[in-house]
């Protein structure tokens, strides 16, 4: 059971006391709010062609695929992909409206963040920072919540919601240990009934609460000696970051983190976020798949303790 006292959604976000920020979507975060729509697929012997449901402009030769349709970005007239016709694709503005009205209807006040698409647009994450969602790690550091919606048009799952935490006071993004991201069916996007509702309040109470007890025990355990950290960064079984940044991850626990932290394993999983976050190569999609192994790899630290 977590030395913490559990806190709930109601008790961090005071509507009467803070009120809503008047906040505008960033000009970057429009061109990734495109409508989309299916189109129709025709295919020759040696290629597959997509047409925008003007079956004329194809020769004869062309026939119609019809298991199959084309995702449309209808702000540029890019095909995003081909998928089976009964992928049913949700636009990016239609997730972030939704996931906008659940926060304001429970009055939880919030902000923008970063918005980017891979794979030519067929994958985008959105970042929604929840100011008041913090967590005091002491000498006037703290962690807040924020937002992670990833929408696809490739025929996967199409919505995902996770949770991390950002630490100010050495600007780290830090993906915490619990419960895994939260799935939406497409049929729940503009459908936000109560029972949609309230999953989404306890998703958001539970990953404030395990990122406390979380912090908590990465701030009490540690690494028995200096010698024993330094050999788990070299260890070649640790995959956390590539092999060029193992030496970036030593400098910066010996120069920040191990005169505040020493052995704690709060220091050298900042050490660990900070090249992550600001040294590494790679999407914010693919740091946020490194930020969960490491915090998963420190999780089994403590539970192995």
Not at 196 to 206: A, D, G, K, R, S
Not at 275 to 281: K, L, N
Request: net charge negative; glycine share 6%.
């Amino acid at each position: 059971m977590s030395e913490f006292n559990q806190t709930t959604i109601f008790e961090m976000v005071q509507q009467e006391e803070k009120g809503i920020v008047p906040m505008t979507r960033p000009e970057d975060w429009e061109e990734l709010l495109f409508p989309v729509a299916d189109v129709s697929v025709f295919s020759n012997s040696n290629d597959i062609n997509i047409g925008m449901g003007r079956d004329e402009q194809f020769p004869e030769e062309f026939e119609k695929i019809n298991d199959y349709k084309g995702i449309l970005n209808v702000n540029n007239g890019v095909i995003l992909s081909v998928v089976k016709k009964t992928y049913k694709a949700v636009s990016n503005i239609a997730v972030v409206e939704h996931f906008e009205n659940l926060l304001r209807e429970q009055n939880v006040r919030f902000e923008y963040g970063f918005a980017r698409s891979v794979r030519n647009g067929r994958k985008t994450v959105f970042e929604l920072i929840l100011p008041d969602m913090k967590i005091d790690l002491g000498n006037g550091d703290t962690q807040e919540l924020r937002m992670y919606v990833q929408n696809s048009f490739d025929g996967g799952n199409a919505i995902k919601l996770d949770m991390g935490f950002f630490r100010h006071k050495c600007s780290n993004m830090a993906l915490m240990v619990g419960k895994a991201e939260l799935q939406y069916k497409t049929s729940h996007i503009g459908n936000a009934d109560e029972r949609i509702q309230t999953t989404f309040t306890m998703y958001l109470t539970e990953k404030f609460n395990e990122a406390k007890n979380f912090v908590e025990k990465l701030s009490k355990y540690g690494f028995n000696t200096e010698t024993e950290l330094l050999a788990f960064i070299d260890n070649e079984e640790n995959v956390l970051v590539a092999d060029r940044y193992r030496e970036i991850v030593k400098s910066v626990w010996l120069d920040t983190h191990k005169p505040e932290f020493g052995n704690l394993y709060w220091g050298i999983y900042n050490a660990y976020t900070y090249v992550i976050t600001h040294e590494a190569r790679g999407s914010e999609i693919g740091k946020m798949d490194k930020l969960i192994k490491l915090s998963n790899t420190f999780n089994d630290f403590i539970e192995a303790r």
